[in-house]
T-cell receptor
Framework: RKEVEQDPGPFNVPEGATVAFNCTYSNSASQSFFWYRQDCRKEPKLLMSVYSSGNEDGRFTAQLNRASQYISLLIRDSKLSDSATYLCAVSVRAGGFKTIFGAGTRLFVKA | NAGVTQTPKFRVLKTGQSMTLLCAQDMNHEYMYWYRQDPGMGLRLIHYSVGEGTTAKGEVPDGYNVSRLKKQNFLLGLESAAPSQTSVYFC???????????????????FGQGTRLTVV
């Protein structure tokens, strides 16, 4: 079982829709949590860090549930430009830290 | 400030050849990582380093070696390339910062632009 698992996708949604991504992690030593966006053939770029209290950045909301070991990302009012792959990442304490990524979920937003 | 730079950007190798991928960061980050990305697999951690002179195995270390002789550089070596090592390789770096309870936490990873490696 992978340490970090995501919804397999792809998600196909119309413009304006709300879409939610979920990610579970198995290692209880996980300390930091992130959502990245990756465009085709590009490097991943940080979308937002995920804090225990939950956090929001415009149309994007991230939540962390430590008890159930999952994180989520909600995108409201989807835009065509939101089409990308969304990766969750978890930084695990392991003699220092290592950062593990999920397999990613592809999002297609259509007009 | 160039961030994280990977060299080369593209490479084609024949089976059995060796090569070294170079990752350089100018942000004075303690942590550096090598990942590979294959279709549908996300990023898989090959090896990582928590500081100069240290390395550790990640999720898929077999067939790769690494070295971190200088803080700013993290080298990934393929001693005898195989077609299964055809992939896109990403290097990343990060650092530690204190949270609101003064616990040291790992920051987000800063990525290089990737190296597309094909082994024929």
């Amino acid at each position: 079982r992978k340490e970090v698992e995501q919804d397999p996708g792809p998600f196909n949604v119309p413009e304006g829709a709300t879409v939610a991504f979920n990610c579970t992690y198995s290692n209880s030593a996980s300390q930091s949590f992130f959502w990245y966006r990756q465009d085709c053939r590009k490097e991943p770029k940080l979308l937002m860090s995920v804090y225990s209290s939950g956090n929001e950045d415009g149309r994007f909301t991230a939540q962390l549930n430590r008890a159930s070991q999952y994180i989520s990302l909600l995108i409201r009012d989807s835009k065509l430009s939101d089409s990308a792959t969304y990766l969750c990442a978890v930084s695990v304490r392991a003699g220092g830290f290592k950062t593990i990524f999920g397999a990613g979920t592809r999002l297609f937003v259509k007009a | 400030n160039a961030g994280v730079t990977q060299t080369p950007k593209f490479r084609v190798l024949k089976t059995g050849q060796s090569m070294t991928l170079l990752c350089a960061q100018d942000m004075n980050h303690e942590y550096m990582y090598w990942y590979r990305q294959d279709p549908g697999m996300g990023l898989r951690l090959i090896h990582y380093s928590v500081g100069e002179g240290t390395t550790a195995k990640g999720e898929v270390p077999d067939g790769y070696n690494v070295s971190r002789l200088k803080k700013q550089n993290f080298l990934l070596g393929l001693e005898s390339a195989a077609p299964s090592q055809t992939s896109v390789y990403f290097c990343a770096s990060s650092y530690l910062e204190a949270d609101d309870r003064s616990f040291m936490m790992n920051t987000e990873a800063f990525f290089g632009q990737g190296t597309r490696l094909t082994v024929v």
